[in-house]
């Protein structure tokens, strides 16, 4: 059958998004703490975070009154304060301290804020927490293995992990040719500019059934798997964005479910 089609079936990047060119200085790569404020600023209200990636993790955290809430990668912390409002008990912890350093003004004196590498255990008690958010950060981990074991361990059984990614399937056609296989888990480089400055992002892509293999490696069971779709209230704000974004996918997202150990 011959099909054609010139209308994608991904969206674009944001403007402050490109591939990158030259060489990278590995010393700068993902450096968070260089673009803080900036990069807090524009995806506070922007059409892809607000009303796109984060909108997904609320509506599949749904009812978290009372819920031990533990928020990795929080960034300057706008789902934990979402959390916190629909009355769960929010922990949150970021590698970068920049970026704590605007969840603390967003959140107060008395949030309970760490850094901490997802790469390395995490501070906190077996089973201390109900559910754990990772919103847009184990992209950033060449291998999951570790830190999932460390998320599976602080949660209770029956517990939470609530997670989204860049799609990798959309991340593989957006690289240009030629691509690596889509069966292998790879890492590309964007750059992100604010400023006029442009910083180097290295992301890790593997394919959706190396995401499953490492979830019940690290004792998880799928309980939702996502894609989620751009928030329609965007029509009416983003008049000129919105469709760009209708019907199109861009990122991955699910609820898995900590097993008793050895289940
Ligand atoms: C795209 S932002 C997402 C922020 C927030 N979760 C959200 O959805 O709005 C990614 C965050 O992950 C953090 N991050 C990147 N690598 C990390 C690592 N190895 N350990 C902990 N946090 C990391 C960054 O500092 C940044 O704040």
Redesign the pocket.
Known sequence: MERSSDVPVTTGHPSWVSAATGPVDPAQV?N??AF?EA?SAE?ENNIM?AYW??PA?MALAGDVAGRRIL?????????AAALRERGAVVTA????A???ALARRRLGDDADLRI?????PLPFDDGAFDDV?????LH??KDWGP?LAEIRRVLRTGGRLIM?VNHPYVEHVGQPPPRPSYFSTTSYTDEWTFDGKSHPMTFWRRPLHAMIDAFEAAGFRVAVLDEPQVDPAARELFPDEYPDYEGKVGFLAFVLEALEPGE
């Open positions: 993902n968070y703490d803080a990069y995806t975070n990636a984060r993790i928020d990795v990668g929080c960034g300057s912390g706008p789902l912890t970021d590698l970068s920049g970026m704590l901490v590498d997802l790469r390395d958010v990772a919103s847009l950060v950033y981990l830190a989204s």
